[in-house]
């Protein structure tokens, strides 16, 4: 039953970069192209190779800590493809960006907690947390200039 659990995982992640994907797959319309970003802000294929790379990352961490972060590992999933939704598909950035900085408190509490058990995928996770305190700062950014 536990491996049919950790599974699921997996499965998690990939429906929530599936539904996050949705969102921005209509990125490229004139509200987003309109607005001003950052000068670090990346190309758009960027976004597309990184994003897969941290949910990968992301679920082998969770996968190899699953008993120790399950509800906080569901609930950050929940509220990252929120973020696409709020951003692209409705168009409220401030919203968005209060989504952005929840999910970075939940994923520094997740953090800790793998870090405790298991450096290897502490690590791989921090990858994930550290990607989300830059992708706030562009969201912060377009709030303030736009």
């Given amino acids: 039953m536990i491996l049919d659990k950790k599974i699921s995982v997996f499965i998690f992640v990939f429906l929530a970069l599936i539904i996050g994907g949705f969102a921005s797959s209509q990125s490229l319309d004139f509200w987003y192209v309109s607005l001003i970003k950052s000068d670090l802000n990346p190309p758009g294929y960027v976004f597309g190779i990184v994003w897969p790379i941290l949910y990968l990352f992301m679920g082998v961490a969770a996968w190899r800590n699953l008993a120790t972060i399950k509800n906080l590992f569901y609930i950050q999933l929940l509220l990252n493809a929120l973020w696409s939704w709020l951003f692209f598909s409705l168009q409220i950035p401030i919203i968005a960006l209060i989504d952005i900085w929840l999910l970075i408190f939940i994923n520094i509490k997740i953090l800790f907690l793998i870090y405790k058990q298991d450096r290897f995928s502490a690590v791989l996770y921090a990858f994930y947390v550290l990607w989300l305190f830059f992708a706030?700062?562009?969201?912060?950014?377009?709030?303030?200039?736009?």
């Avoid at 706030?136 to 736009?146: K, Q």
């Fill in 136 to 146: 706030s700062y562009l969201n912060l950014f377009i709030v303030i200039n736009n």
